[in-house]
């Protein structure tokens, strides 16, 4: 794989075992004898390999069965760049052990590592020609293949790198002659120069002849090394330079395979060549072109190996693998292990495998890997064989944080603590490896670590570790000298799961630790008798001899012990001649708490700042330390703290600072002084130490430390004032540390951004706050005030916090932080934001008018060297205007691209895609484009889904589409407040041109609008309206305005409308739809209207003194039937309702659901008393048409009747009636006009008390018609 910076390096500089510098050179390509030597005993088991991988034709096999196997790389076996991070150093045997017991648990037989391209730095095996080999730097290489050989793994080793990386490569050779001085440049000369050949098979002929000093057995006869790579990725390999190394190596090494390839796709002269495996190299895979180029190789007779792939992709690739034998290995990029402290060893390139993985991602990636391996015979083992070591017990204001170093295999961890009644587990889920805090335990405590395997049982625990109440405690566990201060004839090896430091000759030797305010050391020494170690307790420059208590422990091991001073350093000393070693270091320290700390990604906790500024960008090259001071312009500069009795009462006791320096040249270092009262100034020389940068890579780092201060309030910070360009120191985080403040709660813990009522907030910020003396924060964030529901939250030690969360526009959120300490916890306040408001016209990004010629366009738009050609031009677009031409070779880097860096940042926040015009008519099959962004600081990627070519047209790339190239690790989420880079890849195979115009940052509406339907008036509770209604449809979209919006009325025609007025009685369905700009419907929305304005009908029935109502409603239907008797209230009848005795009559109606009432009816009621009706007419006999009387008296036997009387004539025509008044009435009436006696009925309608009841009246009439 390529590298994408240089990295720094430092050479150990205590003695290497057996450290030999080899002058002379053996003759070019002859092989040599090895010479036998009794191998160094490392506590190593038994070599499971026992014969050698062999080819037949296109097959690997292994004792004559096929051999195919899935495969990792771990390029950093021989040295390594990675711990700490950007420093090149040996590897520990501890990391060497792990990655390869990490390798077999996944069922790995095969691991290619790059530990023999070793060449062109101090810590190289050939530092250069004329320094000759370093036999020394052989050590880490000879113990990672025989452990290999212990767990029957195979290895594939490149003997030279085709990349200018940090181990070394083909360059290096040349450079001897003055050749291929510019690593970025193509190197043929390797290839043609008799010289420079000569050298390198000089080279690899002592690489074949090399004795392994843990075996006994050279390289060339170990059965381990499975095949001999020509080099990595090497891109211009000739047939006669193939020809001639891999004679040599037949010659060399006639057991052993030779592999070769180049970086992508098929070297053609490989297929042809006297190799055994060809290897080819996929970023990513796919199941198609794996097996396309199998295909290729295994039908030219040669073995298959994918020697490297990207290993984000093993889930979507290896499955498909499985079953085609033509695949004869997957090898993965690539295999990384736990940390010698803490967590993993990481190497952010974006491919790094830790196991079982450390996300969702990964494990399904790791799984993977185990699956294929599994079901090529090889299922691996992951039980935990291996304890973990806490490292350290620190003290974070009264509460104990613990670190450990990982368990191989394990999948996470419980932590216990020691109680009287046995093991007690802190943790309620199993956590990872990262260090953790205890926020349950103070005071004294006894820790272990417990693994847990895969199936979820238990492995072996870590030893316990005590620390004391106010104390902390650090363990070495001596993997390797880095940690030390200072150290001289002594060195590290290996025996067994330890290490052992020892004097390397008879002159005795020295180790020095850094350990502020040392209480106690605890040494555990391997000896044969009582050792002799001296130690003494000091600054560096002064030392107190410590008394020594020295016990043994059994098995040849003692503890020595003794009492610390407070000092800041220990120095353990081997009197001459002693082979004492020393195996572990425990130290203890009362604490110092860091009373303020501020990693200076702003200048808000600085007291004074004169000519200084906050520089966040190019983190990889500073460590990750993304936030960092530096000088404005040349000239004086500073930056001053002030630290309050609030939290120092006492004032600092000292500082750590980070300060950074240029590699490029020799920069003057930062100035530190102190003051008591800000007044007065003295200057201080600090203890430092240094990690060096590599030139035009990683910076060099100076950690400065100064201790032992009294009484100090005030400290600054002083940049050279001659020293250019302005930049060329940095300083990083700065901590402050005192004695205490007595102990309590954290303090002062407030919010600070985004502050309480800021508005507009875009995109989702970065949260800050501050307090003292906290340990934890704990932070929530919700769009409630209770702080409800919440949208987003953590637990952190950091004073900063980027959620990763969508925040939505034009919302309120509230957010609150708790610091907690070992006293208690404090609250801040809660504050409030609010986000803006998304935009809706698009972004111009690049129109290209703008550009008056092609030399114009291809300054903004730069090549990327590491690809193949492209060239930017103008031609006419078919867009508008003038549009950018990519005409491109992709070459064998099978990419090209270019990149165009914005001369301000650019605000694409609230868009949802980047729209531009693209004319692919000219691309190949297979040809695909890639956008890449540089945002916030990170690299952003997205394909197009589409590849070869395409008729010209917008083409829209969500911004949800855009990920972190794997290289590139994990970014946080994609932040469009500021994008730096702009930039267009073509990947593939073959030539092409690429039109490109019209790039926008765009709204991208894929979403339909949002509709509602209302009414005027609003619709009752009944669901009914009494009178005409307005339905109006109301239509919104986040980017169109004005949606169109059409109504349907019942079954009827959809029309353009937003109202419609519904008259008809009855339920009427007005249907509604919207469609936006983009052509997006929304679904149909729908509201049923219903109106009643017809009163119900009803009816009244009266039988005996009970009364049943009959009432209809042709349209929402008869709530209820009212009723009420004379003066009384209104109530609802529930049935028949029986009318009291002493009442007449009652009044009645009926409403309707929608509230319409109907017209007030009477009935009349009466009593059950018989009475008995007289009636006389008077006169009796009267003339025809006179006028006439019926004098009528109800009587009954309980008093007298009341109501009323008719007088009905023979055609039932009532001729008169009149009411009761003490049983009596009068009736006057008309006589008839026909003579004779006539007959008349009188009806008595009865009371409350009598029942109705008839009698009858005569009327004699004289005079008239008969």
Same mark, same amino acid.
């Given at each position: 794989?390529?590298?994408?910076?240089?990295?720094?390096?430092?050479?150990?500089?205590?003695?290497?075992?057996?450290?030999?510098?080899?002058?002379?050179?053996?003759?070019?390509?002859?092989?040599?004898?090895?010479?036998?030597?009794?191998?160094?005993?490392?506590?190593?088991?038994?070599?499971?390999?026992?014969?050698?991988?062999?080819?037949?034709?296109?097959?690997?096999?292994?004792?004559?069965?096929?051999?195919?196997?899935?495969?990792?790389?771990?390029?950093?076996?021989?040295?390594?760049?990675?711990?700490?991070?950007?420093?090149?150093?040996?590897?520990?045997?501890?990391?060497?052990?792990?990655?390869?017991?990490?390798?077999?648990?996944?069922?790995?037989?095969?691991?290619?590592?790059?530990?023999?391209?070793?060449?062109?730095?101090?810590?190289?095996? /050939? +530092?250069?020609?004329?320094?000759?080999?370093?036999?020394?730097?052989?050590?880490?290489?000879?113990?990672?293949?025989?452990?290999?050989?212990?767990?029957?793994?195979?290895?594939?080793?490149?003997?030279?790198?085709?990349?200018?990386?940090?181990?070394?490569?083909?360059?290096?050779?040349?450079?001897?002659?003055?050749?291929?001085?510019?690593?970025?440049?193509?190197?043929?000369?390797?290839?043609?120069?008799?010289?420079?050949?000569?050298?390198?098979?000089?080279?690899?002929?002592?690489?074949?002849?090399?004795?392994?000093?843990?075996?006994?057995?050279?390289?060339?006869?170990?059965?381990?090394?499975?095949?001999?790579?020509?080099?990595?990725?090497?891109?211009?390999?000739?047939?006669?330079?193939?020809?001639?190394?891999?004679?040599?190596?037949?010659?060399?090494?006639?057991?052993?395979?030779?592999?070769?390839?180049?970086?992508?796709?098929?070297?053609?002269?490989?297929?042809?060549?006297?190799?055994?495996?060809?290897?080819?190299?996929?970023?990513?895979?796919?199941?198609?072109?794996?097996?396309?180029?199998?295909?290729?190789?295994?039908?030219?007779?040669?073995?298959?190996?994918?020697?490297?792939?990207?290993?984000?992709?093993?889930?979507?690739?290896?499955?498909?693998?499985?079953?085609?034998?033509?695949?004869?290995?997957?090898?993965?990029?690539?295999?990384?292990?736990?940390?010698?402290?803490?967590?993993?060893?990481?190497?952010?390139?974006?491919?790094?495998?830790?196991?079982?993985?450390?996300?969702?991602?990964?494990?399904?990636?790791?799984?993977?890997?185990?699956?294929?391996?599994?079901?090529?015979?090889?299922?691996?083992?992951?039980?935990?064989?291996? +304890?973990?070591?806490?490292?350290?017990?620190?003290?974070?204001?009264?509460?104990?944080?613990?670190?450990?170093?990982?368990?191989?295999?394990?999948?996470?961890?419980?932590?216990?603590?020691?109680?009287?009644?046995?093991?007690?587990?802190?943790?309620?889920?199993?956590?990872?490896?990262?260090?953790?805090?205890?926020?349950?335990?103070?005071?004294?405590?006894?820790?272990?670590?417990?693994?847990?395997?895969?199936?979820? $049982?238990?492995?072996?625990? $870590?030893?316990?570790?005590?620390?004391?109440?106010?104390?902390?405690?650090?363990?070495?566990?001596?993997?390797?000298?880095?940690?030390?201060?200072?150290?001289?004839?002594?060195?590290?090896?290996?025996?067994?799961?330890?290490?052992?430091?020892?004097?390397?000759?008879?002159?005795?030797?020295?180790?020095?630790?850094?350990?502020?305010? /040392?209480?106690?050391?605890?040494?555990?020494?391997?000896?044969?008798?009582?050792?002799?170690?001296?130690?003494?307790?000091?600054?560096?420059?002064?030392?107190?001899?410590?008394?020594?208590?020295?016990?043994?422990?059994?098995?040849?091991?003692?503890?020595?012990?003794?009492?610390?001073?407070?000092?800041?350093?220990?120095?353990?000393?081997?009197?001459?001649?002693?082979?004492?070693?020393?195996?572990?270091?425990?130290?203890?320290?009362?604490?110092?708490?860091?009373? /303020?700390?501020?990693?200076?990604?702003?200048?808000?906790?600085?007291?004074?700042?004169?000519?200084?500024?906050?520089?966040?960008?190019?983190?990889?090259?500073?460590?990750?330390?993304?936030?960092?001071?530096?000088?404005?312009?040349?000239?004086?500069?500073?930056?001053?703290?002030?630290?309050?009795?609030?939290?120092?009462?006492?004032?600092?006791?000292?500082?750590?600072?980070?300060?950074?320096? %240029?590699?490029?040249?020799?920069?003057?270092?930062?100035?530190?002084?102190? $003051?008591?009262?800000?007044?007065?100034?003295?200057?201080?020389?600090?203890?430092?130490?240094?990690?060096?940068?590599?030139?035009?890579?990683? %910076?060099?780092?100076?950690?400065?430390?100064?201790?032992?201060?009294?009484?100090?309030?005030?400290?600054?910070?002083?940049?050279?004032?001659?020293?250019?360009?302005?930049?060329?120191?940095?300083?990083?985080?700065?901590?402050?540390?005192?004695?205490?403040?007595?102990?309590?709660?954290?303090?002062?813990?407030?919010?600070?951004?985004?502050?309480?009522?800021?508005?507009?907030?875009?995109?989702?910020?970065?949260?800050?706050?501050?307090?003292?003396?906290?340990?934890?924060?704990?932070?929530?964030?919700?769009?409630?005030?209770?702080?409800?529901?919440?949208?987003?939250?953590?637990?952190?030690?950091?004073?900063?916090?980027?959620?990763?969360?969508?925040?939505?526009?034009?919302?309120?959120?509230?957010?609150?932080?708790?610091?907690?300490?070992?006293?208690?916890?404090?609250?801040?306040?809660?504050?409030?934001?609010?986000?803006?408001?998304?935009?809706?016209?698009?972004?111009?990004?690049?129109?290209?008018?703008?550009?008056?010629?092609?030399?114009?366009?291809?300054?903004?738009?730069?090549?990327?060297?590491?690809?193949?050609?492209?060239?930017?031009?103008?031609?006419?677009?078919?867009?508008?205007?003038?549009?950018?031409?990519?005409?491109?070779?992709?070459?064998?880097?099978?990419?090209?691209?270019?990149?165009?860096?914005?001369?301000?940042?650019?605000?694409?926040?609230?868009?949802?895609?980047?729209?531009? %015009?693209?004319?692919?008519?000219?691309?190949?099959?297979?040809?695909?484009?890639?956008?890449?962004?540089?945002?916030?600081?990170?690299?952003?990627?997205?394909?197009?889904?589409?590849?070869?070519?395409?008729?010209?047209?917008?083409?829209?790339?969500?911004?949800?589409?855009?990920?972190?190239?794997?290289?590139?690790?994990?970014?946080?989420?994609?932040?469009?407040?500021?994008?730096?880079?702009?930039?267009?890849?073509?990947?593939?195979?073959?030539?092409?041109?690429?039109?490109?115009?019209?790039?926008?940052?765009?709204?991208?509406?894929?979403?339909?609008?949002? /509709?509602?339907?209302?009414?005027?008036?609003?619709?009752?509770?009944?669901?009914?309206?009494?009178?005409?209604?307005?339905?109006?449809?109301?239509?919104?979209?986040?980017?169109?305005?004005? +949606?169109?919006?059409?109504?349907?009325?019942?079954?009827?025609?959809?029309?353009?409308?937003?109202?419609?007025?519904?008259?008809?009685?009855?339920?009427?369905?007005?249907?509604?739809?919207?469609?936006?700009?983009?052509?997006?419907?929304?679904?149909?929305?729908?509201?049923?209207?219903?109106?009643?304005?017809?009163?119900?009908?009803?009816?009244?029935?009266?039988?005996?003194?009970?009364?049943?109502?009959?009432?209809?409603?042709?349209?929402?239907?008869?709530?209820?039937?009212?009723?009420?008797?004379?003066?009384?209230? %209104?109530?609802?009848?529930?049935?028949?309702?029986?009318?009291?005795?002493?009442?007449?009559?009652?009044?009645?109606?009926?409403?309707?659901?929608?509230?319409?009432? $109907?017209?007030?009816?009477?009935?009349?009621?009466?009593?059950?008393?018989?009475?008995?009706?007289?009636?006389?007419?008077?006169?009796?006999?009267?003339?025809?048409?006179?006028?006439?009387?019926?004098?009528?008296?109800?009587?009954?036997?309980?008093?007298?009747?009341?109501?009323?009387?008719?007088?009905?004539?023979?055609?039932?025509?009532?001729?008169?009636?009149?009411?009761?008044?003490?049983?009596?009435?009068?009736?006057?009436?008309?006589?008839?006009?026909?003579?004779?006696?006539?007959?008349?009925?009188?009806?008595?309608?009865?009371?409350?008390?009598?029942?109705?009841?008839?009698?009858?009246?005569?009327?004699?009439?004289?005079?008239?018609?008969?």
């Amino acid at each position: 794989m390529q590298p994408t910076i240089h990295r720094p390096h430092r050479r150990r500089t205590g003695g290497l075992l057996a450290a030999l510098v080899v002058g002379a050179v053996v003759v070019t390509g002859v092989p040599v004898p090895a010479v036998a030597a009794a191998p160094q005993d490392a506590g190593l088991g038994p070599s499971l390999n026992h014969g050698f991988v062999t080819r037949d034709g296109s097959q690997l096999e292994l004792g004559g069965e096929p051999f195919r196997f899935g495969g990792t790389n771990a390029y950093w076996l021989g040295v390594d760049e990675n711990v700490p991070a950007g420093v090149v150093d040996y590897p520990t045997y501890f990391r060497i052990r792990d990655a390869i017991d990490t390798a077999a648990a996944m069922g790995t037989t095969v691991i290619r590592s790059h530990m023999l391209a070793s060449t062109g730095n101090d810590l190289s095996i /050939l +530092p250069s020609k004329d320094a000759g080999f370093s036999e020394g730097a052989f050590d880490t290489v000879d113990y990672a293949i025989a452990y290999a050989a212990t767990k029957g793994i195979r290895l594939i080793l490149p003997l030279t790198d085709n990349w200018a990386y940090y181990h070394g490569g083909l360059r290096d050779f040349a450079r001897t002659y003055g050749l291929c001085a510019d690593p970025s440049a193509d190197c043929p000369q390797f290839y043609s120069d008799p010289r420079v050949i000569a050298d390198f098979q000089d080279y690899v002929a002592t690489m074949l002849n090399h004795v392994n000093r843990y075996t006994g057995v050279a390289l060339k006869d170990d059965p381990t090394v499975m095949a001999w790579e020509l080099g990595n990725e090497l891109e211009g390999m000739t047939p006669t330079w193939i020809a001639t190394i891999s004679a040599q190596l037949r010659a060399g090494a006639p057991e052993q395979l030779v592999a070769a390839g180049r970086r992508f796709d098929i070297d053609p002269d490989t297929l042809a060549a006297d190799v055994d495996i060809v290897d080819v190299h996929y970023y990513p895979p796919t199941v198609a072109k794996v097996s396309a180029d199998a295909k290729t190789v295994t039908d030219a007779g040669k073995a298959y190996i994918a020697g490297e792939y990207d290993s984000n992709s093993a889930s979507a690739v290896l499955p498909g693998l499985v079953d085609n034998p033509d695949v004869t290995g997957m090898l993965s990029w690539s295999l990384f292990p736990h940390d010698d402290t803490s967590g993993f060893v990481q190497h952010l390139d974006g491919f790094q495998i830790h196991y079982p993985g450390d996300d969702p991602g990964m494990k399904e990636d790791v799984a993977a890997q185990r699956a294929y391996a599994a079901a090529l015979g090889s299922p691996g083992d992951d039980s935990v064989t291996r +304890p973990p070591l806490i490292t350290s017990v620190t003290d974070d204001y009264g509460l104990h944080r613990l670190a450990w170093r990982g368990a191989t295999g394990a999948v996470g961890y419980d932590v216990q603590v020691e109680a009287v009644d046995g093991w007690t587990t802190l943790t309620d889920e199993p956590v990872g490896d990262a260090p953790w805090l205890d926020t349950e335990t103070r005071g004294a405590a006894t820790y272990r670590v417990v693994p847990i395997r895969a199936d979820g $049982s238990r492995g072996p625990a $870590s030893a316990p570790l005590r620390v004391g109440a106010g104390e902390q405690v650090g363990v070495d566990a001596l993997g390797s000298l880095t940690p030390a201060v200072a150290h001289s004839g002594v060195d590290v090896s290996p025996a067994g799961e330890e290490t052992v430091v020892a004097p390397t000759g008879d002159d005795g030797g020295s180790v020095t630790w850094s350990a502020p305010g /040392l209480a106690e050391a605890r040494l555990t020494v391997l000896s044969a008798e009582r050792p002799r170690l001296a130690l003494a307790a000091g600054s560096g420059s002064s030392w107190t001899d410590l008394a020594a208590d020295v016990s043994p422990a059994g098995d040849g091991r003692w503890t020595v012990t003794a009492s610390g001073t407070g000092a800041e350093q220990l120095r353990v000393t081997w009197p001459a001649g002693s082979t004492d070693g020393l195996t572990r270091v425990e130290l203890r320290s009362a604490p110092q708490e860091a009373v /303020l700390v501020d990693p200076l990604d702003d200048l808000d906790r600085t007291s004074a700042a004169n000519a200084v500024a906050i520089d966040t960008g190019d983190g990889p090259l500073f460590g990750g330390d993304t936030g960092r001071a530096k000088r404005t312009a040349p000239g004086s500069a500073s930056l001053e703290w002030t630290i309050g009795d609030d939290v120092a009462p006492d004032g600092v006791t000292g500082f750590e600072a980070s300060a950074y320096y %240029w590699p490029d040249q020799s920069a003057e270092t930062l100035a530190f002084s102190v $003051s008591e009262d800000g007044t007065t100034w003295r200057p201080l020389t600090p203890d430092v130490a240094t990690t060096p940068g590599v030139v035009g890579g990683a %910076w060099r780092k100076d950690v400065v430390t100064a201790r032992a201060l009294t009484g100090v309030r005030h400290v600054r910070v002083e940049w050279p004032q001659g020293s250019t360009p302005e930049w060329a120191q940095q300083l990083g985080e700065i901590r402050f540390l005192a004695t205490g403040s007595g102990g309590g709660a954290p303090s002062g813990v407030t919010t600070t951004t985004p502050a309480d009522g800021t508005d507009g907030v875009r995109g989702v910020p970065t949260f800050t706050w501050t307090a003292s003396r906290a340990a934890l924060y704990r932070v929530v964030l919700s769009a409630h005030a209770d702080l409800s529901d919440p949208v987003a939250s953590t637990s952190t030690a950091s004073t900063s916090w980027v959620p990763e969360v969508a925040l939505d526009e034009s919302t309120t959120y509230y957010w609150h932080v708790t610091a907690l300490n070992g006293a208690g916890q404090t609250s801040s306040d809660t504050a409030a934001f609010a986000t803006a408001t998304r935009p809706t016209a698009p972004k111009v990004v690049d129109d290209y008018e703008s550009y008056a010629t092609d030399a114009d366009v291809s300054k903004a738009y730069v090549r990327n060297t590491g690809g193949g050609t492209i060239a930017p031009t103008l031609v006419a677009s078919g867009a508008s205007g003038q549009a950018m031409s990519l005409a491109f070779d992709l070459g064998s880097p099978g990419y090209a691209g270019v990149t165009r860096t914005f001369a301000e940042p650019q605000d694409w926040w609230g868009y949802d895609g980047l729209s531009m %015009w693209l004319d692919r008519t000219a691309l190949e099959a297979d040809q695909k484009i890639s956008v890449q962004l540089v945002a916030g600081g990170s690299y952003w990627e997205a394909t197009l889904p589409q590849t070869g070519p395409h008729a010209p047209g917008v083409v829209t790339v969500p911004f949800a589409d855009f990920a972190p190239p794997a290289w590139a690790g994990d970014s946080g989420p994609l932040d469009l407040t500021r994008v730096t880079q702009l930039s267009f890849y073509l990947g593939g195979a073959g030539t092409g041109t690429l039109l490109v115009d019209d790039v926008r940052a765009v709204r991208t509406d894929t979403a339909a609008p949002s /509709l509602t339907l209302t009414t005027t008036p609003d619709q009752p509770g009944s669901g009914w309206f009494t009178g005409a209604v307005d339905v109006v449809a109301s239509a919104k979209d986040a980017v169109d305005a004005h +949606p169109a919006v059409e109504l349907q009325v019942g079954d009827g025609a959809w029309k353009a409308a937003t109202e419609v007025r519904v008259t008809a009685q009855g339920s009427t369905v007005v249907r509604a739809r919207a469609t936006d700009e983009a052509g997006n419907t929304s679904d149909v929305v729908d509201r049923t209207v219903r109106i009643d304005s017809v009163a119900p009908a009803v009816a009244a029935s009266l039988k005996g003194r009970v009364v049943t109502f009959a009432a209809t409603d042709a349209s929402s239907g008869v709530a209820k039937v009212q009723y009420r008797f004379a003066g009384g209230d %209104w109530l609802t009848a529930e049935g028949s309702v029986r009318v009291p005795t002493d009442v007449a009559s009652l009044q009645y109606r009926a409403v309707d659901v929608a509230g319409n009432a $109907s017209a007030v009816a009477s009935l009349a009621t009466h009593g059950s008393a018989r009475a008995v009706v007289l009636a006389l007419g008077l006169p009796p006999i009267v003339r025809a048409g006179a006028p006439a009387q019926v004098l009528v008296q109800v009587l009954g036997t309980r008093g007298p009747a009341s109501g009323a009387v008719t007088v009905t004539d023979a055609a039932g025509t009532v001729v008169g009636s009149a009411d009761l008044t003490h049983g009596r009435a009068t009736i006057r009436l008309t006589a008839p006009t026909s003579a004779g006696t006539h007959r008349f009925v009188v009806r008595y309608t009865g009371d409350a008390t009598y029942a109705p009841s008839t009698g009858q009246a005569l009327l004699y009439v004289i005079g008239g018609k008969r």
